[in-house]
């Protein structure tokens, strides 16, 4: 069974550092093809895809958002951790991860995707 | 920045047919990249309904159903139940951002 748990800090400064945590179970990131991503949802607005990271950590960011972007993984955690630097409140958002799965076209979507974690910016 | 396009708004009433929409673009959706649709429950997480254009994961009801054609894709769903009332959102993937996308998203109301 696959879950995913993201947790962090529920209230950032503006210009802060946030720092969220994705810790899963049911698999391992170190099996070949396994992949996670980070999404975010401002309320009432849609899905915005931010980063992902691969087994063999390969790292692809968000055009719109890599120079404020990182993600990393700890294998023996089973976490993946995404930074986001200078924090605006327009980054308000309720964040999620999830695991990617591969069909068989060689895409990859978001099989299982945690509860998601709501991060408010504010002074 | 969502880049593929839905319809904010659909409604049918319980037992009818209804269709939603997701245009992309040739760099998305017309460049061959599968679309994939997610149910969001209100207050609750995306769940995937429908994977590679047409697939259901185990447990999506055969209510749903997905296509592709062109830049554009289409989530149906037939015998529209309550429990249907969600958000519904395509996501691809596009090579010109080198991003995966999700769609604006649609409301659905069951009357």
């Known amino acids: 069974q696959v879950t995913l748990k993201e947790s962090g800090p529920a209230l950032v400064k503006p210009t802060r550092t946030l720092t969220l945590t994705c810790t899963f179970s049911g698999f391992s990131l170190s099996t070949s093809g396994m992949r996670v991503s980070w999404i975010r949802q401002p309320p009432g607005k849609a899905l915005e895809w931010l980063a992902r990271?691969?087994?063999?950590?390969?790292?692809v960011y968000s055009s719109s958002l890599k120079t404020r972007l990182t993600i990393s993984k700890d294998t023996s955690k089973n976490q993946v951790v995404l930074t986001m630097t200078n924090m605006d409140p327009v980054d308000t958002a309720t964040y999620y991860c999830?695991?990617?799965?591969?069909?068989?076209?060689?895409?990859?979507?978001?099989?299982?995707w945690g509860q998601g974690t709501l991060v408010t910016v504010s002074s | 920045q969502s880049v593929l396009t839905q319809s904010p708004s659909v409604s049918g009433a319980p037992g009818q047919r209804v269709t939603i929409s997701c245009t992309g673009s040739?760099?998305?959706?017309?460049?061959?990249?599968?679309v994939h649709w997610y149910q969001q429950l209100p207050g609750t997480a995306p769940k995937l309904l429908i994977y590679g254009n047409s697939n259901r994961p185990s447990g999506v009801p055969d209510r749903f159903s997905g296509s592709k054609s062109g830049t554009s894709a289409s989530l149906a769903i037939s015998g529209l139940q309550a429990e249907d009332e969600a958000d519904y959102y395509c996501q691809s993937y596009d090579s010109r951002l080198s991003d995966y996308v999700f769609g604006t998203g649609t409301k659905v109301t069951v009357l």
């Open positions: 990271i691969d087994w063999d950590d390969d790292k």
């Open positions: 040739s760099s998305n959706i017309g460049a061959g990249y599968d």
């Open positions: 999830a695991r990617q799965t591969v069909d068989s076209s060689g895409y990859y979507y978001l099989e299982y």
